[in-house]
């Protein structure tokens, strides 16, 4: 079952033409104890999986030379200073989405930037160390990108889950 998923969702056309491979059920494996703990060492997911360390580096090698994960740190922003953490809803020009999403995209403050469906074109996540540095972003940076219309923005009161990752 956990095959036939892996093989339907990576083993696109795309991958096929870029010369890729398709995940299968021991890169799941491997890739789900890694998202279940970042830290845990080759040796330890091999033990758990059933096959050699040399197999998992090898595995977690190709994995990221394909860009199917990334190895990151994540930060608590709370802890690191920042105060204030909100969702920008933005709305754009319909000829200006991408380049205000790139531009969006370059700004040290915003975390995430997605394209989207709905009421808003893009949404962005921003950590500020305040309130006040909050406005000013708002005002001064995101407000002055060419082709912004009109923003709207929620205040995190409080993360209940801070991850990356699907479910696979």
Do not use: C
Not at 15 to 25: C, I, L, P, T, V
Not at 72 to 91: F, I, K, N, T
Not at 160 to 166: D, L, T, W
């Amino acid at each position: 079952m956990l095959t036939e998923f892996v093989d339907d969702r990576y083993d696109s056309y795309d991958n096929k033409q870029a010369g890729r491979h398709s995940m299968d059920e021991l890169d799941a494996k491997i890739v789900a104890m890694l998202q279940e703990d970042g830290r845990a060492s080759n040796a330890g997911i091999a033990r758990s999986v059933g096959v050699s360390e040399g197999t998992v580096r090898r595995r977690l090698k190709r994995l990221v030379q394909e860009e199917y994960i990334s190895v990151v740190a994540l930060l608590d922003p709370g802890r690191m200073g920042y105060a204030s953490e909100a969702l920008v809803g933005v709305q754009v020009d319909p000829d200006k989405i991408d380049p205000v999403a790139d531009d969006l995209a370059q700004l040290e403050e915003v975390n995430w930037v997605s394209v989207t469906t709905g009421a808003f074109d893009i949404f962005a996540w921003a950590s500020l160390h305040s309130a006040e540095a909050l406005g000013v972003f708002l005002r001064t940076k995101i407000g002055t990108i060419p082709g912004v219309r009109r923003t709207e923005t929620f205040v995190n009161l409080a993360v209940k889950k801070r991850g990356y990752g699907v479910a696979i």
